[in-house]
């Protein structure tokens, strides 16, 4: 009986079935010497891994940014190396996350997306934690938010809709993301008009409250996000299936081969190759984010740069680069309903995870991190949060909806270039924007 196995030649037998010869099986994993086969397979998970991404150039600012970080050299080349690093090693974490996603199945895969999809952003905000930089956590975490939202939504808006009428997306997948970042944005402005009260009244404890509430608040959101992950994976996951579909519709010969090709594409790693994978680069941020956070001191005193405009704006462009080029490429595909879901599905795991979290480890470590922001960026939050309802409530999107939302990130960023560290003000100002939005 012939073999379905491949011949000593690496030949595949004529008697082998002629499904699943999409990808062959490398000869090496079915070396018996083990001492040749594990160094081969390395080699092997170390070059996919290597050319999974064009930016994987930018690699080579690793090794500069760590021993330039080492030897202490001047700030600016220690910031600026260690920046440059970062963005590779943000689309190997992602690659890896996909890779380990794709054996382990849709639930433990969203929640491994959940966790890892925005782990320079958490690793960099834990370094600024661990020391005392509460500025740089909560900017950190509001950029990632606005960056997501307005930056990646509007580029695809604009890229996407160029050329075109108008792309459509599920309104209710949208509704949904946006009335949680709703909900996001409440739990700034409480605490914020909270502190207005406190620090009116005789009670010396405001900031002992405020942490109160901060704790409290940190575990309702995690709950929500709990919640809303058993949404989308379980209870209503048929809301989230992909892009552009209509009900009984026919798949152009197009979607079908590239649906045909992406169901033929097996990972490349094991799950243990993608686990080791995925934590060797978590280090290897984990030390880049050290250096880059220890030099920012520095960097701001000798440039016009602020702590909050370094968080808020520099570190997440960097930290999601790799996601924000994916959201841009399914939007110029028409896939809408994706890109909505990279797009606003990350400012979620950011305002209902993330945060949260270093809200509690703040609590368990001794930080006074708290959902208490600055009141300018928490008007910004929510007036942000509210232009993205407005845009997205009607199912549809083009170019100059993009541009709207690419100018308000904009105007933004130019408002926190020459927004000063030290600048506080009453959050009453909130309250009464609020009740205007609210009476129309």
């Known amino acids: 009986m012939p073999s379905t196995a491949g011949g000593p030649n690496g030949d595949i037998d004529e008697g082998a079935p002629l499904l699943g010869r999409g990808r062959r099986r490398p000869s090496y994993l079915d070396e018996h010497r083990l001492w040749l086969r594990y160094p081969l397979y390395t080699y092997h998970v170390t070059k996919v891994t290597l050319l999974s991404n064009w930016v994987n150039v930018f690699l080579v600012f690793v090794p500069l940014g760590i021993i330039a970080g080492a030897r202490d050299l001047n700030p600016t080349a220690v910031f600026t190396l260690n920046f440059l690093a970062i963005i590779p090693l943000a689309a190997l974490l992602s690659f890896a996350t996909e890779e380990l996603s794709a054996k382990l199945g849709q639930t433990i895969g969203g929640l491994l997306n959940a966790t890892f999809g925005n782990a320079v952003e958490l690793i960099v905000s834990i370094v600024a934690l661990i020391d005392n930089e509460i500025r740089i956590v909560q900017s950190s975490m509001l950029g990632s938010i606005l960056s997501n939202i307005l930056l990646v939504l509007g580029c695809c808006f604009f890229f996407g809709g160029y050329g075109k009428v108008k792309q459509e997306f599920n309104t209710t ?12 944005s409440a739990s700034l402005i409480i605490p914020a008009t909270l502190y207005s009260v406190l620090d009116k009244s005789k009670d010396s404890n405001s900031e002992d409250n405020i942490l109160i509430l901060s704790h409290g608040t940190a575990v309702i959101l995690l709950i929500l996000y709990t919640m809303y ?15 552009n579909e209509q009900e009984g519709a ?18 490349e790693l094991t ?33 016009r740069m602020s702590k909050t405009f370094i968080g808020l704006i520099l570190i997440p462009i960097v930290g999601n680069a790799a996601e924000h080029v994916t959201a841009v490429i399914v939007s110029m595909k028409d896939k809408m309903d994706l890109a909505i879901n990279v797009a606003i599905g990350s400012s979620l795991q950011i305002a209902l995870l993330v945060t949260p979290f270093l809200v509690i480890l703040g609590w368990i470590i001794d930080r006074p991190m708290t959902l208490h922001f600055e009141t300018f960026e928490t008007v910004v939050f929510f007036l942000s949060v509210l232009v993205v309802n407005y845009l997205i409530q009607d199912g549809e999107s083009n170019y100059l909806e993009g541009a709207m939302l690419l100018g308000t990130y904009t105007i933004i960023a130019l408002a926190f270039y020459i927004y000063p560290d030290d600048a506080t003000g009453t959050p009453l100002p909130i309250v009464s924007a609020v009740t205007k939005l609210l009476r129309g």
């Open 173 to 184: 997948v949208a509704s949904t993301m946006s009335s949680l970042m709703a909900v996001a």
């Open 229 to 243: 992950l058993y949404f989308q994976l379980g209870s209503h996951s048929h809301l989230f299936k992909a892009v």
């Open 250 to 267: 026919e798949p152009t010969d197009e979607e079908a081969v590239i649906e045909d090709d992406a169901d033929s594409n097996e990972p």
């Open 271 to 303: 799950p243990w190759a993608a686990g080791i994978v995925l934590l060797i680069i978590t280090i290897i941020v984990a030390v880049c984010a050290e250096y880059l956070v220890g030099s920012i001191d520095e960097i701001v005193k000798t440039t």
